[in-house]
């Protein structure tokens, strides 16, 4: 019997080798996600993962490619990495089947790092990895919560290159090349093993999307940790031309660290591309200068 293309069901997740999904208790609600720990000792920070829009924890955990995943890439440097799938994604989506606003998507990350604090070794404390929406969150949460160590975020600016209210508009090919650039950024076998990562966008998740530059501005003041952005060769859903970028930063201006970097050969779905290896040396690399800093002050 054929079986027609949306009959047909999700590949099942999987994942690397020392990854192991968790359930953790938050705001009401119960998140899922994935843990990968050092394999020898304790760690020297945590790392928390931030997934974007319509996809999961996983993107964290690239399957086609023994270098893609992020999770067993920090627990061989010493991190552990916890990678949660956001309120309205995973467990939690039957429990809020419309999602939750940003607001309150910080409020419950927020909860989540304590809970997940009193029951494992965080190391020197908390580092967010966040991507594209997850950017978002991860910005809103630096804000308004003390304690977090240091920041790192791609796919993610504060002016559109497309206005929101036109992205309904876009035809649903256009939609997926934004996403995903020129097919060649991303190892064989990449799109059928991200079926099992996307997910339904929560509507009142959607709805605040045309909010965001305004937002940025109202936060951006607020940051005052060790921020680093990264822009894809490939990125077309944000503004990020020098003029752009001069703006953007201008308006950081309690960060004691701002750096925005481009990541070559790269579409906005870095994690699951050929350069995910790349950024996330980079990334773990900034994360590595940031608590050596804060080694330094301590001394």
Same mark, same amino acid.
């Given at each position: 019997m054929n079986v027609s293309r949306t009959e047909r069901k999700k590949p099942l997740p999987t994942y690397s080798a020392g990854v192991r999904p968790l359930l953790l208790e938050a705001g009401g609600l119960t998140l899922s996600g994935l843990l990968a720990e050092p394999p020898d000792?304790?760690? !020297?920070?945590?790392?928390?993962?931030?997934?974007?829009?319509?996809?999961? $924890?996983?993107?964290?955990?690239?399957?086609?490619?023994?270098?893609? +995943?992020?999770?067993?890439?920090?627990?061989?440097l010493g991190f552990t990495v916890l990678a949660l799938d956001r309120p309205g994604y995973g467990r939690s989506a039957a429990q809020v089947p419309a999602g939750l606003t940003?607001?309150?998507? +910080?409020?419950?990350?927020?909860?989540a790092l304590d809970a997940f604090a009193e029951r494992h070794a965080v190391g020197a404390g908390f580092l967010l990895l966040a991507h594209s929406y997850g950017g978002k969150l991860a910005l809103t949460t630096v804000a308004r919560t003390p304690g977090v160590l240091a920041l790192d975020a791609s796919g993610i600016g504060h002016r559109y290159a497309v206005e929101p209210a036109?992205?309904?508009r876009h035809r649903r090919h256009l939609e997926w090349e934004r996403n995903w650039g020129p097919l060649g950024l991303y190892p064989s076998g990449t799109f059928r093993a991200a079926e $099992?990562?996307?997910?339904?966008?929560?509507?009142? %998740?959607?709805a605040e999307v045309a909010l965001w530059p305004g937002k940025f501005d109202e936060? $951006?003041?607020?940051?005052?940790?060790?921020? !680093?952005?990264?822009?894809?060769?490939? %990125?077309?859903?944000w503004l990020h %031309?020098?003029?752009?970028? $001069?703006?953007?930063t201008s308006r950081l201006t309690a960060a004691p660290v701002v750096r925005v970097e481009r990541q070559a050969g790269a579409g906005h779905n870095i994690s699951l591309g050929r350069a995910? !290896?790349?950024?996330?040396?980079r990334a773990l690399a900034f994360f590595e200068?940031?608590?050596?800093l804060r080694s330094a002050e301590d001394d």
């Open positions: 000792g304790a760690p !020297r920070a945590t790392v928390v993962a931030v997934h974007g829009g319509g996809m999961r $924890a996983g993107y964290f955990d690239g399957q086609v490619h023994a270098g893609l +995943s992020l999770l067993t890439l920090g627990a061989r940003l607001d309150e998507q +910080s409020a419950v990350l927020s909860e036109g992205r309904q $099992a990562l996307v997910a339904a966008v929560p509507a009142r %998740e959607a936060l $951006a003041p607020l940051i005052d940790i060790p921020l !680093r952005l990264t822009f894809a060769e490939h %990125e077309t859903w %031309e020098e003029p752009d970028l $001069a703006d953007l995910a !290896r790349s950024y996330h040396l200068e940031c608590l050596c």
